[in-house]
């Protein structure tokens, strides 16, 4: 058919074909074309292979482009870029539909993308309800992310519906905690003005309590005092009564003394009478004794007049000197009943005395307690202020919460 081809010739068609593979193969790009060889049959061969391999040029470079913009697709959507597709046609069955499945990869990508991003958006804006919806054909990683981003919508919607829960019940704890310290401060405030008031109150108790134990002990030495003079008074009693005695021992001795001067005055006043009638008998001459013997017997009598009214003087002193003794007796009976009545009394002192000051150290350590406890009280008073400011805090907190929740949409 070709008649006899030379060796060089023979090279040359082997050399022609090594480049249409290596062109094929797409290790050049640049198909070097041989259009006379000097025979003509080898021409007309060329001629033919060259219309096919300027055909098979063309579709390879409709390939490359395909291809190309395939990398440049895969590039793109790897940079998270969707909008991209592959516009080139070939007429390659397999580039074509390798073209085809691309673009409907990317075109289920960018889908899939477009929901999640709807979905993840509306969750952003804290709606929850949106679901992806699931084709039976997705499989392994994407069924994985679209079945989590569904978990997470749930999770969040979930969340949402607890913390609008809690919130409505912490609102309505806190309300009932704002009111409960509110009512409890204002208890504490009263709690500590009372006691304040109750620490003034026993502070001057206390006073009291200390100015009574004082004088307890100033009656105790004041009863000791009366205490010696109701005995000095006893003594002195007594020293009357033996005065008395004695002033009736002397009362009696004068009685005696006035009775023998009352036997005296009757004997001289009959001496005066026999002296008298001795007289008269003796005549003129016994005239000067008969004046003797009328003043002896004047004088007898006058002596019997004094004895009686010193008589009657004496037993006057004697019933007043007998009265006195008898006041003297009752003086010291009184006495020694004011002495029994003052020794109880000073008991009793004693007693109010060591009880008062006993007393007087439990008002003192009440006065301590109850300075502490006003203190504590105070203390107590200033916490539950500052606890009524947390649970306003924590009020605000729970109406900011609530307010929050609510705008969240959730199933």
């Known amino acids: 058919m070709f008649g006899s081809i030379s060796k060089s010739e023979l090279k040359i068609i082997d050399d022609y074909f090594q480049q249409y593979i290596r062109f094929t193969q797409y290790k050049q790009n640049r198909f070097e074309f041989i259009e006379r060889t000097g025979n003509a049959s080898i021409d007309a061969l060329f001629h033919k292979w060259n219309e096919q391999i300027k055909q098979t040029d063309s579709a390879i470079k409709q390939d490359i482009n395909v291809i190309g913009e395939i990398v440049l697709t895969s ?20 580039v074509s539909t390798l073209k085809k499945a691309v673009n409907e990869m990317v075109d289920a990508l960018e889908d899939k993308m477009i929901k999640l991003e709807n979905t993840l958006t509306s969750y952003a804006n804290e709606d929850y309800r949106p679901k992806l919806h699931i084709e039976d054909t997705i499989k392994a990683r994407m069924l994985s992310v679209m079945q989590s981003i569904n978990a997470l919508g749930d999770a969040l919607s979930s969340a949402a519906k607890a913390n609008l829960d809690n919130g409505r019940q912490l609102q309505e704890n806190s309300n009932n905690m704002n009111a409960s310290m509110n009512n409890l401060s204002a208890k ?12 003034a109150a026993v502070e001057e108790i206390t006073s009291i309590t200390r100015n009574n134990a004082s004088n ?28 008395m005695d004695e002033i009736n021992e002397k009362v009696t001795a004068i009685n005696e003394a006035i009775n023998v001067i009352d036997q005296i005055a009757f004997q001289t006043n009959i001496l005066s009478l026999n002296a008298a009638v001795e007289a008269a008998t003796a005549g003129e001459a016994g005239k000067g004794f008969a004046v003797v013997a009328q003043e002896v017997r004047n004088l007898a009598t006058r002596s019997a007049d004094a004895a009686k009214e010193i008589k009657n003087l004496v037993e006057d002193a004697n019933a007043k000197a007998n009265a006195g003794k008898n006041i003297s007796a009752e003086m010291i009976e009184g006495y020694k009943k004011l002495n029994t009545h003052i020794s109880e009394t000073l008991h009793i002192i004693q007693d109010v005395s060591s009880a008062s000051k006993e007393q007087m150290l439990g008002i003192e350590q009440i006065n301590d307690a109850v300075s502490m406890l006003d203190k504590v009280t105070q203390e107590n008073a200033s916490e539950a202020n500052n606890v009524t400011k947390i649970a306003n805090d924590v009020d605000a907190m729970a109406q900011q919460l609530v307010s929050d929740a609510i705008t969240k949409k959730f199933n």
């Open 216 to 243: 307890a002990t100033k009656m105790a030495e004041l009863g000791k005092t009366v205490r010696h003079a109701v005995t000095d008074g006893e003594k002195l009693a007594s020293k009357t009564a033996i005065s």
């Open 75 to 94: 590039d793109k959507v790897k940079q998270g870029i969707f909008k991209c597709r592959i516009k080139s046609e070939t007429t390659n069955p397999m």
């Open 188 to 199: 504490a405030n009263e709690q500590a003005a009372s006691l304040e008031e109750t620490a």
